[in-house]
Each structure stands twice: as structure tokens, then as C-alpha cells.
């Protein structure tokens, strides 16, 4: 008897975590226009995450390259996100494929005909085992038209053969289908599902934007459903503008489940007319799915949205795009290089930082949306969970995981473990400036030992206390100046800012432009320690010259370490990152000097002081 009952505990717990680790009742299916989960109408507004499954702005100053995979706390950071917001649904950009112009150094999925990362694919694994938690599902696509991460380029280029040979040419046809076959069959890691087996994959796609011939939409779909029976399939073909428009073919393909088309018109009335075009194609044949959208104002996504509601054709839409926190501190930012010089990535819940885009009006709005498709009102929002707060080495560089749905982090600090707490910053955002330290403690004193918590805020309330780091000795403290003003500098001749265009400047927003002759000086409050100087230049030759002064009248040269590497433009047309350097300076030094020999752009200037 105990033998039998032991049996039943075991078979009871197998049975609980398998429920826990597929959250998904059923498989998206379709009824003629509409997407059902089981026998209720499945529709959604939502987002894109581009860099869900693969990062692609780590843009830390003087970092080789910008990718690398994301971890759990990132992944179930935009998981979270999307859901907070309402959205039932997260569409990935692509698998990425190795690209012969970067080095080996540069993470990917693919790196051959047939040749796969399982490094990489566990983070796939990851992202559907927290997609079944979350209760979010993933539009999943296999390919990128274009070289960004990797796609059909790269696919050709292993062959030797050119892009439009992608579409036609046996092989390379044979070899996509190594990748379709290799996920579609994958069991994942983590949850012993096999991709085709896991409901929290709403439907795959053919592909990111691909201008591609009907004849390959019909091999690939086919290839797919022979595969894989569970899962819908999205017709990838990029239906944009006014372009091109979805396949009539596509329409009448028996292995196709859904069309979508994508939106970035700069003027509303020809998108309404775009959209409009495609669903009198399709004719309610078929569900229809707006898969990308954006780079418009306020008042258009409202418009937009209110007509993707009322018509019942449209079964969802997906708002490009979102970026989760990141894992050292702050967000992962993407300026759109087609974004009209304007729109960037999104951060949840918006901040001051998007004001010129209406980050916090658009995203309030787009909330509002994803309840109001579904006929209901959103809920208010939760209060922030704990954040974590990350070791601390130096006063000036403090730094947290910030919580999802948080627009401020309150800042504490006592000189013991058990208190007394005292408050020393207010509703400190996350999302002020990208990829550098989050709070400099300008009150801590020298010689003096600190411990610090912190608090996440929003509307609804404060989150927990965050975990106590500490004993943290102050041995010196930091003047920061992050551009954003001319304030902190002490007196400046020549230089301008800089605002524009920030993919060019590792999404710097503000930059302190100068030319041959332009100078900064900058006065600290004690002894010059040690300074750091972030400058974008595009000449072969050192841009700046710097000199330290006791008085700020005599002037001496000091001879900085210069890092980063003068290597050219990229894909965005990038200014090179140099970092001046100076680990130790002698003298009762109070002054510093910048003059500049050639146009350059000061990011960040950090000058340590005793």
C-alpha cells in the first residue's frame, strides 16, 4: 500500500511540474478571420523585443561590439513587462546567423549551413519555459531579411552565392531548412517540451520582412506544416506601405494560417489606406495580424488602435518596440535608424527621458488599448517588487536591477547594517542615461563608511526594501558631468550640444561638441585623484589635450592612457569611442583642462577627487 501511494506522489508531482512548466491550456488555432484560444477569440495589442532572445545594444563605452545573449533576469524582465502591459503576445526579431564581416568574438545562433550554438539555443529554451510562467506567448520568426543579427545574406553568403539566389537555389534552400528542422524538433532544455509540442509559441513566422517570391512561401510553409501540425504558421512576406501587399496566394495556401503586413507611413491617412488594401484582399479569409508598427505621434497609434479594435478583421497588432532593463544596472536603449532622427526603443513605464517621442503618453496609451480590444478597462498597475540593489566598490557608482512597471527608485543610506536609514535621493529614474553608472552619493563623506538600500516607486505605491550592501568606504568621491547642461562645467569657450542621431554615439543623448581651439575647464571641490573622459572622435589623431592646474591659472600637461580603437563607421555610422584615462595624478591639482585639436564630442567627463 505504501509502495502505491508513493507511486501516486511521485506520478502527482511529475504531473504539477509539468503544469507549471506548460501554462497554456491550448494552441492558438483559427477560425476563419479570427485567432480562438480554445473556443474564446484571440486578440491582442502588444509589442515587439527585438532582442528577446539576443542582445543587440550592449553599447557599454569601448565594447568590441554591441551582442551578446541575455539572462533570466532580462528575459523575464520584458516577459513581465509585455504582460503588466497587457499584451498577451511577444513577436521575436529572428534567429541570428553569423556575419563574415565581425569577428568570432560576436555571439550567434547559426554559424553555418547546418551548424548550430546550443548556447544560444538555450537561451531559446529559457525564453519559452518563462513564456509558459508568464502566461505570454512568442510569435516566432526564423529569419531575417536583412543582414542586422544575421539572415538570408549570410545564408547565401556560406555558399558563396548572392542574396536573391536565397529564394531560388536548391541548396540554400535545403540548408534553411536544417534550421527550420533543428528548432521546430528541438526539446527544450529546461522543460523536456519539444518546440512543436509547447503552446506558448502562438504561431512561427516565415520570416522578418523578406522580399521573397510567393513560389519560396509555398516550399517553406509546406516544410513547416510537414514538421510541425500543432503550430500556426505566419506568412512573413513583407507587406509594407505602399509597396507591397500581402500575397493573394499566400491568402489561398492551405499551409498558410495567418498574413501580416507592417506599418511605419508618415502619414496616417495612407496607412489607414495600406492596411485597408490588405484586408480587401484577404476578405476575411484569413486572420490578418499588423506586425509591426510605429514611428508615429500619439494622437495617429490612437486612431490606429481604435480602428484595429472596431474592426473585427484585424485580430491584433504589434507595436515596435520595447527593451527590457538590463542586467548591470538601467535599460538596454536603440535609437531607429529609420525613426526620422526621433524614436527609440521603448522603456515601461515611460520616462522624462522619452518626453520628445511621449514615451509615458504612448505606452499609457497602448495599456489602455491591449484591455479595450478585449472589451475591458486596465487594472491599476501593481507596485514595484524589490529591486536589487548591486555591489557598490565606489560612491559614485551605485547601481540596481530595476523593477518592471517602477518610474523612480528612492535611495537610503545609513551608517550602520540595522540603521538609521536616512533618505538621500527621491524618485531616481533608471532610464536618465544609458550605459553608465545610475546614482553618484554627492553627500557621502570622505573617510566614512555607508550602507545602502533602495525603493522602487509608482503610482500605486513603494516595493519592498531592496537587499543592504555595505560597509561601503568613501576614499574619494566623484564630480560627474553627463552633458546635460553646461552647469557643472566652470567655465567653457567654443563647444556647442549635441543631440541627434545617438546610434552614432553609443546612444549617448547629450554630447559636448567642440573644434580645433574649443576648451572646458572644470573645477573640483579637493584634490584631483583620477579622472576618466569619454570622447567620440572620427580623425586618426588624439582629439583632445588635457592639463591640470592648482590654481587655475598655470597650467600643466598630463599624459592620459587613450583606449578604444579607431576602427570607422559600421552599420550606423558610428564615431569611434575613446577613453582618455588617468589612473593616479600627483599634485594638490583642484583644476582640469580639456582643449580640443579636432571635432569631438564629450559624452562624459568623471573627475575623482580626494
Known sequence: MKKIFATFTLVLIVLTISAQQQGFDNFVTTKGKDLMDGDKVYRFVSMNIPNLNYVEDEMTFNREHPYRYPNEFEIRDAFETVKQMGGKVIRIYTLPVKRSDESDNVPAFVTGPGKFVEKAFVVNDLMLKIANETGVRIIFSFLNNWKWMGGVPQYSGFRGKKFDDFWVDPQLIEDFKKTIEFTINRTNTLTGVKYRDDKSIMCWETGNELVCPYSWVKEIAAYVKSLDQNHLLMDGYHAIDHFRYVYEESVNDPNIDILSSHHYEQNPFEQVVNIQKNLDIIKGRKPYVLGELGFESTTAHNRIYNMIIDNKDIAGTLNWSIRSHRREGGFYWHSEPVGHNLYKAYHWPGFVSGYQYDEIGLLTLIREMAYKIDGEEPPALPKPKAPKLLPIDKVYKINWQGSVGASGYNIERAESKNGEWKQIAYHVSDADVPYFDLFNDKTAKIGKSYFYRIEATNASGISPKSNVVGPVLVQEKALVDKMGNMMTVYMA??????????????????????????????????????????????????????????????????????????????DYDYWDGIKYQVSELSGANEFLKITYHHKAQIGRVELMYK
Open 493 to 570: 569657450k567654443g563647444v556647442t550640444f549635441d543631440t541627434e542621431f545617438d546610434r552614432k554615439f553609443k546612444e549617448d543623448m547629450e554630447r559636448m561638441v567642440g573644434d580645433y581651439g574649443s576648451e572646458i575647464i572644470y573645477h573640483v571641490q579637493g584634490t584631483l585623484s583620477s579622472l576618466n573622459i569619454y570622447s567620440f572622435e572620427q580623425e586618426k589623431e588624439v582629439g583632445l589635450k588635457l592639463q591640470v592646474s592648482i590654481d587655475g591659472k598655470t597650467y600643466n600637461d598630463i599624459d592620459p592612457e587613450i583606449l578604444g580603437n579607431r576602427t570607422g563607421t559600421g
